[in-house]
């Protein structure tokens, strides 16, 4: 068997973050149920390592933007290009692969799975092993660093002759990320709970950490605040400037005005599907069209 | 819940038992499965009161305890196989009775030197008369075809969600028996006799008058496949198995090609059905179209679905169960199916995720203590 020896996974935090380049393109995107126009010929960019506020009435079309970007609805027209790769119409695996992560509107974790067992599901996604590799672990690999060892000592031991599976390196590796992610959103207290008993704080950010274990480049986060406290909020504002930090481009739904001009870089505005405005969080918010939008009156265009 | 009655709390507290279990070090562990294996292997000779009474044969016209042991474990290897479908992936599998019909009838068709199959094979390639494949070849052949048979069913099926799924495959099971029944290659109503025993140095080991052996052999098959399913099962497959009966959408959104592991789990649960009806097929002898019925099919989702779906201990005891007590119980025989209605409803009411629920829980304690520790310290 070869020795093999497979490199840490990849994470984007060495990545140069310059505010030019470009990570996702939304170019000319149309996206019609019936006679439903939720995204109409909708044009925006998302540079790397910026903070983009999406914003809007309700309706306006946010989620269905982030469902197209995901691959669980294919735009009627138009196209989306993220880090060179076109992925409109790509499963929403392939573009999870390729880079992208989210959260849900409305909360959907694993609910019978652990807070733990959640966010390995997301550490999955850059994992290797089979189902053959699961049953029969033959892949094996050897000269790992200590840490990635069994604890065992006979284990250990014996690690040092037949090597370890690929299986158990991952596992182990995975699990160490994962624990690490629950630390870092803050509910590691609670990692060995099934999902479905944590409070709705802990669901939401259970939900970050599990996007965050894909290693994307690109996070979405739908409405994370909703149903927060002022407390909770200013947490999560914190939260989302430390995700940035690691070296990723993060995309935020939201409602609450002052957490998105708190956090964001620049803010896209949609109403009825359309872009109406774009620009930073100062010169939006006095958007006459953002204004009007915001307080219903009908619109002159 | 309402979870306050006494009576819910013992059953909880049961159902607790194997979790506990799965927690216990290394040293308690590994003697204890091998005191509980060696208590399975001695079983058919079990003659100790008061624990004898616990035997089908106790009455003149009960049935042969062997049998019946061994009919229990042929089961169980079906319950874990339909556990995989059912309890891990999620996907409600009516005509799993067809996989298992799959592996009787591999092994029929191609081992038995009886078989239309081997006599056509035979003269085409001009063996000798009486040929049939060897035994051990039907095993791997036996699972390939299961695996294509799953495989056949499950590309164009599985984009079906819940209902129309359980349909479709409930049809599967069906079409399986009636195509067996009404062509000439499988031997029609009557179907195929002398399908081969395994091969065994002395002629009589496996013989169909003392049955222990059979028992012995199935338990040993039955062991290895729980070992390599939980394999399975606290791995990336077992996980993206959960995610995907969780919530399928939100799994793809977490990279897990959802179509490619609920194939994997009917193939993997047709290929345990089939080894079954392979080792069904093997000791009785012959197959016929009517050991194949849909009710069949019900009987191993009740199985799966009363232990308690996604746990195989639960799943295990759910083929107990079901095997058992009806055989234990022969002098109630007309009250069987009253008795396994009310049953069922009653697990269904008072306990919806079965008897021993699936818990999900924290492995290699000894690595789980030390994150445990660091969380604590970091918080
Ligand atoms: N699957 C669907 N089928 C039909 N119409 C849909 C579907 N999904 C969304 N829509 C419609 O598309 C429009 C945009 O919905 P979307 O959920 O994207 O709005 P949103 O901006 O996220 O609103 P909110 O702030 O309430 O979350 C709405 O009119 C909605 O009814
Ligand atoms: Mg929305």
Redesign the pocket.
Same mark, same amino acid.
């Given at each position: 068997m070869p020795e093999q020896t497979i490199p840490e996974s990849t994470s984007v935090q060495d990545a140069p973050i310059s505010d030019s380049e470009v990570l996702l393109t939304v170019d000319h995107v149309t996206?019609r149920?019936?006679g439903?126009v939720?995204?109409n010929d909708v044009d925006f960019e998302i540079r790397t390592g910026e903070i983009l506020g999406l914003i *809007?009435?309700?309706?306006? *079309?946010?989620?269905?933007?982030?469902?197209a970007m995901t691959g669980v609805?294919k735009p009627t027209s138009g196209s989306i290009t993220f880090d060179g790769t076109q992925i409109a119409g790509s499963k929403p695996h392939q573009i999870t692969a390729l880079g992208i992560a989210r959260t849900f509107?409305n909360i959907r974790l694993f609910p019978e799975m652990s807070a733990l067992e959640n966010v390995m599901v997301g550490c999955d996604a850059r994992n290797k092993t089979s189902v053959l590799g699961a049953l029969f672990r033959m892949y094996r690999i050897w000269g790992l660093p200590e840490e990635d060892l069994p604890r065992n000592p006979v284990r250990r031991a014996l690690a040092k002759v037949i090597g370890v599976s690929r299986h158990e390196v991952e596992e182990r590796r995975s699990r160490r990320k994962s624990w690490e992610l629950l630390r870092f959103v803050g509910i590691a207290d609670r990692a060995d709970e099934l999902s479905r008993n944590l409070p709705y704080g802990y669901q939401r950010r259970l939900e970050i950490a599990r996007a965050l274990a894909t290693d994307p480049k690109l996070l979405c986060l739908?409405?994370p605040a909703a149903g927060f406290n002022p407390a909770e909020k200013e947490d999560l504002m914190g939260l989302i400037r430390r995700i940035r930090d690691r070296g990723l481009t993060v995309l935020l739904?939201e409602?609450d005005m002052r957490l998105v001009m708190g956090v964001t870089d620049r803010i896209v505005v949609?109403e009825f599907?359309s872009k109406i405005a774009e620009g930073a969080p100062a010169v939006v918010a006095r958007d006459p069209k953002v204004i009007a939008a915001y307080l219903g009156e009908p619109d002159a265009a | 819940m309402t979870d306050t009655t006494p009576q819910k709390s013992v059953l909880k507290r049961v159902a607790a038992v194997p979790s506990l279990l799965g927690g216990a070090p290394q040293w308690v562990k590994v003697p204890l499965i091998l005191l509980v294996l060696s208590f399975c292997v001695y079983l058919p000779f079990l003659n100790i009161l008061p624990f004898a009474y616990i035997r089908t044969d106790l009455r003149p016209n009960g049935s042969d305890w062997s049998t019946v042991l061994f009919t229990i474990a042929l089961y169980m290897i079906v319950a874990v196989g339909l556990n995989v479908v059912i309890g891990w992936a999620g996907l409600l599998d009516l005509g799993y009775v067809g996989f298992y019909a799959v592996g009787a009838y591999s092994i029929a068709l191609f081992g038995s030197p009886a078989s239309p199959v081997t006599k056509a094979i035979a003269a085409q390639f001009g063996l000798p008369e009486g040929w049939s494949m060897a035994f051990a070849a039907c095993i791997p052949l036996a699972i390939c075809i299961a695996l294509i048979a799953g495989v056949i069913l499950g590309a164009p099926t599985l984009r079906l969600r819940g209902d129309y799924l359980a349909i479709v495959t409930m049809g599967f099971g069906e079409i399986i028996r009636i195509v067996m029944r009404n062509s000439t290659w499988t031997g029609g109503p009557a179907g195929i006799i002398a399908v081969p025993e395994p091969p065994a140095a002395d002629e009589d080991f496996f013989n169909t008058i003392d049955v222990h052996r059979w028992y012995w052999l199935a338990l040993a098959v039955l062991v290895i496949l729980i070992w390599l399913m939980r394999r399975l099962e606290h791995s990336r497959v077992g996980r993206a198995w959960l995610a995907i009966r969780e919530d399928e959408d939100a799994a793809a959104v977490m990279g897990v090609n959802a179509f490619k592991y609920k194939l994997w789990a009917f193939a993997i649960g047709a290929s345990l059905g089939a080894i079954a009806g392979l080792l069904f097929a093997s000791k009785q002898a012959y197959v016929e179209p009517n050991g194949f019925q849909l009710n069949l099919s019900f009987l191993f989702v009740a199985m799966v679905v009363i232990g308690g779906s996604g746990n195989i201990w639960g799943a295990l005891f759910g083929a107990f169960l079901i095997t058992y007590l009806p055989e234990r119980f022969r002098e109630f025989e007309s009250w069987r199916p009253l008795a396994f209605g009310v049953a069922l409803v009653a697990i269904m009411v008072l306990r919806p995720q079965g008897l021993f629920p699936n818990r999900r829980r924290a492995r290699e304690l000894e690595d789980r203590k030390h994150e445990a520790e660091e969380a604590a310290a970091d918080a």
């Amino acid at each position: 068997m070869p020795e093999q020896t497979i490199p840490e996974s990849t994470s984007v935090q060495d990545a140069p973050i310059s505010d030019s380049e470009v990570l996702l393109t939304v170019d000319h995107v149309t996206l019609r149920f019936g006679g439903v126009v939720a995204l109409n010929d909708v044009d925006f960019e998302i540079r790397t390592g910026e903070i983009l506020g999406l914003i *809007g009435p309700n309706g306006a *079309g946010k989620t269905t933007c982030f469902n197209a970007m995901t691959g669980v609805y294919k735009p009627t027209s138009g196209s989306i290009t993220f880090d060179g790769t076109q992925i409109a119409g790509s499963k929403p695996h392939q573009i999870t692969a390729l880079g992208i992560a989210r959260t849900f509107q409305n909360i959907r974790l694993f609910p019978e799975m652990s807070a733990l067992e959640n966010v390995m599901v997301g550490c999955d996604a850059r994992n290797k092993t089979s189902v053959l590799g699961a049953l029969f672990r033959m892949y094996r690999i050897w000269g790992l660093p200590e840490e990635d060892l069994p604890r065992n000592p006979v284990r250990r031991a014996l690690a040092k002759v037949i090597g370890v599976s690929r299986h158990e390196v991952e596992e182990r590796r995975s699990r160490r990320k994962s624990w690490e992610l629950l630390r870092f959103v803050g509910i590691a207290d609670r990692a060995d709970e099934l999902s479905r008993n944590l409070p709705y704080g802990y669901q939401r950010r259970l939900e970050i950490a599990r996007a965050l274990a894909t290693d994307p480049k690109l996070l979405c986060l739908d409405e994370p605040a909703a149903g927060f406290n002022p407390a909770e909020k200013e947490d999560l504002m914190g939260l989302i400037r430390r995700i940035r930090d690691r070296g990723l481009t993060v995309l935020l739904i939201e409602h609450d005005m002052r957490l998105v001009m708190g956090v964001t870089d620049r803010i896209v505005v949609l109403e009825f599907g359309s872009k109406i405005a774009e620009g930073a969080p100062a010169v939006v918010a006095r958007d006459p069209k953002v204004i009007a939008a915001y307080l219903g009156e009908p619109d002159a265009a | 819940m309402t979870d306050t009655t006494p009576q819910k709390s013992v059953l909880k507290r049961v159902a607790a038992v194997p979790s506990l279990l799965g927690g216990a070090p290394q040293w308690v562990k590994v003697p204890l499965i091998l005191l509980v294996l060696s208590f399975c292997v001695y079983l058919p000779f079990l003659n100790i009161l008061p624990f004898a009474y616990i035997r089908t044969d106790l009455r003149p016209n009960g049935s042969d305890w062997s049998t019946v042991l061994f009919t229990i474990a042929l089961y169980m290897i079906v319950a874990v196989g339909l556990n995989v479908v059912i309890g891990w992936a999620g996907l409600l599998d009516l005509g799993y009775v067809g996989f298992y019909a799959v592996g009787a009838y591999s092994i029929a068709l191609f081992g038995s030197p009886a078989s239309p199959v081997t006599k056509a094979i035979a003269a085409q390639f001009g063996l000798p008369e009486g040929w049939s494949m060897a035994f051990a070849a039907c095993i791997p052949l036996a699972i390939c075809i299961a695996l294509i048979a799953g495989v056949i069913l499950g590309a164009p099926t599985l984009r079906l969600r819940g209902d129309y799924l359980a349909i479709v495959t409930m049809g599967f099971g069906e079409i399986i028996r009636i195509v067996m029944r009404n062509s000439t290659w499988t031997g029609g109503p009557a179907g195929i006799i002398a399908v081969p025993e395994p091969p065994a140095a002395d002629e009589d080991f496996f013989n169909t008058i003392d049955v222990h052996r059979w028992y012995w052999l199935a338990l040993a098959v039955l062991v290895i496949l729980i070992w390599l399913m939980r394999r399975l099962e606290h791995s990336r497959v077992g996980r993206a198995w959960l995610a995907i009966r969780e919530d399928e959408d939100a799994a793809a959104v977490m990279g897990v090609n959802a179509f490619k592991y609920k194939l994997w789990a009917f193939a993997i649960g047709a290929s345990l059905g089939a080894i079954a009806g392979l080792l069904f097929a093997s000791k009785q002898a012959y197959v016929e179209p009517n050991g194949f019925q849909l009710n069949l099919s019900f009987l191993f989702v009740a199985m799966v679905v009363i232990g308690g779906s996604g746990n195989i201990w639960g799943a295990l005891f759910g083929a107990f169960l079901i095997t058992y007590l009806p055989e234990r119980f022969r002098e109630f025989e007309s009250w069987r199916p009253l008795a396994f209605g009310v049953a069922l409803v009653a697990i269904m009411v008072l306990r919806p995720q079965g008897l021993f629920p699936n818990r999900r829980r924290a492995r290699e304690l000894e690595d789980r203590k030390h994150e445990a520790e660091e969380a604590a310290a970091d918080a």
